[in-house]
């Protein structure tokens, strides 16, 4: 018989002091790691839904969505650990690189959604 393993999970002081250093955004509540993305409406709401979806489908980890007219809440935690562990963190890291990318400060050829234009605007920055 193979011994099934646990995962690593981390106590609320590590997961606070991760988030602190890494996730600043991200906060520790009742077990779950969460962020707010706030949006300019119900169009940028559902594509940061939909970026949560497909992210999470391609990482085979899923987190709790909540959302209204101009935020998308996200929650995470391992299931089957649980707690908090390594897959969450990469998981949050991944959000946030792809949610608040922002190409025109990135530099490169992609001008990204322009500012002054709030008819496009669509994700609220941090």
């Known amino acids: 018989m193979t011994a099934i393993s646990k995962e690593k999970t981390y106590s609320d002081a590590e997961v606070t002091a991760i988030l602190q250093a890494n996730l600043p955004n991200w906060v520790l509540e009742g077990g779950w790691i969460l ?33 209204s007219y101009a935020f998308v809440e996200v929650r995470l935690q391992s299931h089957d650990a ?28 992609l001008e990204g959604t322009p500012s002054g234009d709030p008819s496009v605007a669509y994700v609220i920055y941090d």
């Open 35 to 67: 962020r707010k993305y706030r949006t300019h409406g119900w169009k940028g709401t559902l594509m940061v839904i939909n970026t949560i979806g497909h992210l999470a489908e391609a990482a085979w980890h899923h987190p709790e969505i909540s959302a």
């Open 82 to 109: 649980r707690g908090i562990t390594d897959k969450d963190f990469e998981l949050a890291r991944k959000m946030e690189e792809v949610i608040q990318w922002q190409p025109a400060k990135a530099g490169g050829a």
